[in-house]
């Protein structure tokens, strides 16, 4: 797993600590890293030409980081953007109470 993960992943994190491990992660995952420095909105399979395999890695990544409940194909199919990714781990956090006050 990545030196980027945290040792548990039940711990409270703030919501930009999330932001940016999360997007951390897209990056390490990515197989076009270099289309991530774009101050554009940044689209998983045409900037970063994440491809269903990678997006697969990413979600199991997600999913074991932060404790998640598998994604349903109805929810990925939803997710094009880093930006999206984000919202959506957090939603999720925010659900479970799994985000400090910070």
Known sequence: MSDLTSPSASMARSEQDVRT?????ILELAPNPDGMQSDQEVLLVETLEYH?????ELAFTLEDEFDLDPIDETAARQIRTAQDVEDFVLG?????GGLSAD
Do not use: C, H, Q, T
């Open 92 to 96: 999720k956090l925010k659900e479970r």
């Open 21 to 25: 491990l999360i997007r951390n992660l």
């Open 52 to 56: 269903s395999l990678a997006l697969i």
